[in-house]
């Protein structure tokens, strides 16, 4: 959410109290509220409350909203993930793209070279505490690449993260020499050469249309809901007029 997003947040937020029979939360209450879930779209919070409107008659906490938003990628893998990236970079002559906390969790293993298991135990545990520390900070994870003394495996490493979007295609330049060719003679070589870029450059996903079209579904989605949610309040009154 943005600033300018607050107003409304603070009415949904007030009205799902005010639903459930429940005075709005404080001032210096309601700023933990937004600390909470300013990382996630409006719709998204909106609808996420209507959900426990649907589940709960107790009023929520943010961690009861929580629960009902998606799951944002902040980029830190797991830990059996980060450790298959990590261990190749035991080996000095090896190149890896991982993050500040990958390569810091390994550096407990130092002197375990023979002991996989209690190295992998050692990283694991460290590497879990410095991305719950980075989580809740607020912090992504930051990719870059670590160079091993083999050149010859430099490039394959720094194009693979590339495609995977782990890497900027100007920091990969800096050690694939076929990305530096903008004034390449006109050769077949560099024909092919310029070919493997575009291919390259298509495959690289793009992150501004995928999150346009996430926040699209999302607003039809809480679209639905409010519908949804005035059909049940309609009917609701309905029952209670045929009661009476």
């Not at 919070?45 to 959900?51: D, I």
């Not at 830990?79 to 906390?101: F, G």
């Not at 495609?163 to 990305?179: D, I, T």
């Not at 870029?197 to 409010?226: F, G, K, M, V, Y």
């Amino acid at each position: 959410m943005q600033a300018s997003d607050k107003p409304e947040f603070f009415a949904v937020l007030s009205r799902t109290f005010k639903t459930l029979g429940k005075g709005a939360p404080d001032p210096e209450v309601i700023d933990v509220w937004w600390t909470k879930l300013e990382a996630f779209p409006l719709d998204a919070v909106a609808r996420a409350f209507s959900r426990h409107l649907d589940v709960s008659e107790f009023a929520p906490t943010p961690a009861a909203i929580l629960k009902h938003l998606p799951k944002q990628s902040d980029g830190h893998l797991d830990a059996a993930e980060a450790w298959a990236i990590a261990r190749i970079a035991r080996d000095e002559s090896e190149s890896v793209c991982w993050t500040q906390e990958m390569a810091e969790a390994l550096s407990v293993t130092n002197g375990m070279d023979r002991d996989e298991f209690a190295a992998r135990t050692a990283f694991t545990a460290r590497y879990n505490r410095l991305v719950e520390d980075a989580r809740a900070a607020g912090k992504l994870a930051t990719w870059f690449m670590s160079y091993g003394h083999d050149a010859a495996k430099r490039e394959g490493v720094a194009l693979e993260a590339v495609r995977s979007g782990r890497l900027q295609l100007e920091q990969a330049r800096k050690v694939c020499p076929m990305l530096e060719a903008p004034h390449a003679p006109d050769t077949k070589a560099a024909r092919d050469q310029r070919v493997e870029i575009d291919r390259l450059l298509a495959s690289i996903p793009n992150r501004a249309e995928t999150i346009d079209a996430n926040r699209a579904l999302e607003a039809e989605q809480a679209r639905e809901l409010t519908e949804q949610a005035k059909r049940m309040a309609a009917q609701r009154v309905s029952d209670y007029e045929n009661r009476a």
